[in-house]
């Protein structure tokens, strides 16, 4: 069978807290670090939750067993659950990666999520990076509705290491949908759907692309 292939000089990854990006893309960002120019912009750092003091540290050291360097991992401190208020400052923040970056390709949740803070900055994705290619994660416990209409096979090696990064979690280590069988049982559907051993799943909420003769 044949892959549509899919590249993207310089792409970017969203996500509104620390392991969103992680839960969603895990195993496509351990394969493709190396491949191309990376970067990982979280906007919350969630430190105003006396519970999740350690969550910022775990971040850092969750991407960085996935292959990424510390200067492509970014973490902002906008106030989790209070996104909707912060709609211009997001946005702008958006513009800036865009003019310093100029991504080909932006990762960001899915349009079927229901957090509001997910769902604010996928909102203002759709308008910081109009003629981009935009593509729609999931985060399990927050999605609902979500069907996987683009699927990017994986290999085995990206979920093992999309499990090891995770379970740098240890202020998560007893939610559900950190679980390794959960993980790994995802991976699997997904590929199911695609008719791969494993694969991982988004929406499309925008591609931009032209069509080229074979050679």
Known sequence: MNNMTFYGKSVLFLGAHPDDIELGCGALLADIVGQTELYCMTFSDNKKNPDLQHLLDEHYVSMRSLGLRDDQIE?????????????????????????????????????????????????????????????????LRSSYGFFPHFLVEVTEAGVNKKIEALSKYTTYAERYYFSEEVLRSTAIRHGALAERPFAEGFDIIRIVGSFEPAA
């Open 75 to 139: 973490v902002g401190s906008f106030e989790t659950r209070r996104f909707p208020d912060f709609r211009q400052e997001i946005l702008e923040k958006m513009l800036q990666l865009k003019r310093q970056l100029k991504p080909q390709i932006v990762f960001v949740h899915t349009a079927q999520d229901i957090h509001q803070d997910h769902v604010t900055l996928t909102q203002e994705a759709l308008r910081a990076f109009r003629g981009i290619t935009v593509l729609g994660y999931d985060v």
